[in-house]
């Protein structure tokens, strides 16, 4: 099962560095945004390991809002799925926590 995981790992890196440098080629700035906002339905490690690894002509705060973006993106997913798979009882402590979160990741991104 490790064995497994890591490949996955593997292909998604490979995958997120090929379509990270067409995407920064062709639509600049803006497209590394919005790709950090589309990361979140997968992981979003390989994404921001590439970010941080890569030899990219982009600028480091570009890069510090792109990995608020994804993970502030990923904890939305990550609210969505406990608030429907959660007991009741507890989705208000789920919304409150993520929210809050995803907000402070939201703000810090674009204070930047």
């Given at each position: 099962?490790?064995?497994?995981?890591?490949?996955?790992?593997?292909?998604?890196?490979?995958?997120?560095?090929?379509?990270?440098?067409?995407?920064?080629?062709?639509?600049?700035?803006?497209g590394?945004?919005?790709?950090s906002?589309?990361?979140?339905?997968?992981?979003?490690?390989?994404?921001?390991?590439?970010?941080?690894?890569?030899?990219?002509?982009?600028?480091?705060?570009?890069?510090?809002?792109?990995?608020?973006?994804?993970?502030?993106?990923?904890?939305?997913?990550?609210?969505?799925?406990?608030?429907?798979?959660?007991?009741?009882?507890?989705?208000?402590?789920?919304?409150?926590s993520?929210?809050?979160?995803?907000?402070?990741?939201?703000?810090?991104?674009?204070?930047?």
């Amino acid at each position: 099962m490790e064995l497994k995981a890591g490949l996955v790992f593997a292909a998604l890196f490979i995958v997120f560095a090929f379509v990270t440098s067409c995407v920064q080629n062709y639509y600049g700035n803006g497209g590394i945004n919005l790709m950090s906002q589309a990361v979140d339905v997968t992981n979003e490690d390989p994404f921001i390991l590439n970010l941080l690894q890569g030899n990219w002509q982009i600028d480091n705060r570009l890069i510090i809002r792109a990995i608020l973006i994804a993970v502030s993106s990923n904890n939305v997913f990550k609210m969505v799925l406990g608030t429907y798979f959660m007991a009741h009882n507890y989705r208000l402590t789920i919304l409150i926590s993520f929210g809050s979160l995803i907000i402070a990741g939201f703000v810090m991104a674009f204070l930047f």
